[in-house]
């Protein structure tokens, strides 16, 4: 079983920024890769960024150049740091820890929403 708690999200303007986080516990195995997606209403889940125990990073088209993920993997901690926010960027927020291996785990988070308004 792994869990995993998501925090940071909340409401900011647009140009602000915000730091989430998310920390897996339980059985972790590497190599592994932990990440983000998103889906605001009525849209489909996307990818935001993701970053493997080897350090490979992958971003979304939408988010190159204000967001940037980093992972500390003595604590099994995935981060997002989003700068220059845009109203688009608001949605919900899924952490996601997946592990390919012998016995294949792919688990979410419970969300955490990010809302970006004036």
């Known amino acids: 079983q792994v869990q995993l708690v998501e925090s940071g999200g909340g409401l900011v303007q647009p140009g602000g920024s915000l730091r989430l986080s998310c920390a897996a516990s339980?059985?972790?195995?590497?190599?592994?890769?932990m990440g983000w997606y998103r889906q605001a209403p009525g849209k489909q889940r996307e990818l935001v960024a993701t970053m493997t125990s080897s350090s490979s990073i992958d971003y979304g088209d939408s988010v190159k150049g204000r967001f940037t993920i980093s992972r500390d993997n003595a604590k099994n901690t995935v981060y997002l740091q989003m700068n220059m926010l845009k109203p688009e960027d608001t949605a919900a927020y899924y952490c996601r820890y997946l592990y390919t291996g012998f016995t294949g785990i792919n688990k979410w988070g419970q969300g955490t929403l990010v809302t970006v308004s004036s």
């Open positions: 339980g059985s972790i195995f590497s190599p592994n890769t």
